[in-house]
């Protein structure tokens, strides 16, 4: 059976590129720079912020930009204007919980941008059993060996899993692990054209369709003897 659904953050749990492209672009004014094309940011989008930045800015200073990015980001964090996960959402990781399956995240985020999601007072604290992110993991995605971690440390077969995103690289970390993956449209941004479907089992156009997905894969994989 499937025992474990791992979810991305960015476009998934919750809907967040048009909130990182104006905390970014917030950032480059304080630092005054020219603020980026959004096209420039879709572009980009999924790749490790400092990954990103300095093709969204060329020349930037990144460590100025990363120590200002951080306190902007507790800033819209506290606002509400980033990381807000839908009522909707958080039902659909409690099915998940009172069906008996394990929750994690996977991000390929830094460990300051999810530091607040860490806290033992967030709504996720009880609902997630583990937040798997670039402080903890050595490798990123589209890499398979993303969740390593997870695994050794869970020791869950990759083939009892499903990883949810929103991105081609999502797809082809999760079907590289030997893991379903369901492509989560919801943001708008990406296209099922856009994925290899070789490793897509499933594509939902909202988060909370997830659940109907998973236990639809499932009753597939205890109907057969594998994938």
């Known amino acids: 059976m499937i025992r474990a659904v791992i979810v991305d953050v960015d476009d998934t749990l919750c809907l967040t590129q048009a909130a990182a492209f104006a905390l970014e672009n917030e950032v480059l004014a ?19 912020l400092l990954d990103a930045m300095p093709k969204r800015s060329p020349g930037l200073d990144l460590a100025r930009f990363a120590a200002l990015h951080q306190r902007a980001l507790r800033q819209h964090v506290a606002d509400g204007r980033l990381d ?35 806290e033992p007072d967030h709504v996720l604290a009880e609902r997630v059993n583990g937040i798997y992110h670039a402080g903890n993991t050595r490798f990123r995605k589209p890499d398979p060996r993303a969740f390593d971690e997870l695994l050794a440390t869970t020791g869950i077969p990759p083939q009892q899993c499903v990883y949810v995103g929103d991105s081609p690289g999502d797809a082809v970390a999760a079907g590289g ?19 290899d479907r070789r490793y897509v089992d499933a594509f939902v156009d909202t988060f909370p369709d997830i659940v109907d997905v998973v236990h639809r894969l499932d009753q597939d994989s205890l109907s057969t003897s594998g994938r």
């Open 30 to 48: 304080q630092m005054g720079r020219p603020t980026m094309p959004r096209a420039l940011h879709l572009a980009t989008w999924g790749e490790p």
């Open 84 to 118: 807000v996960i839908p009522p909707e959402n958080l039902r659909a990781l409690d099915e998940f919980v009172l069906a008996g399956r394990a929750v994690f995240l996977l991000t390929s985020r830094a460990e300051d941008e999810v530091r607040h999601m860490l």
């Open 177 to 195: 692990a030997g893991m379903y993956f369901v492509g989560c449209l919801q943001s708008g941004v990406r296209k099922p054209a856009d994925f």
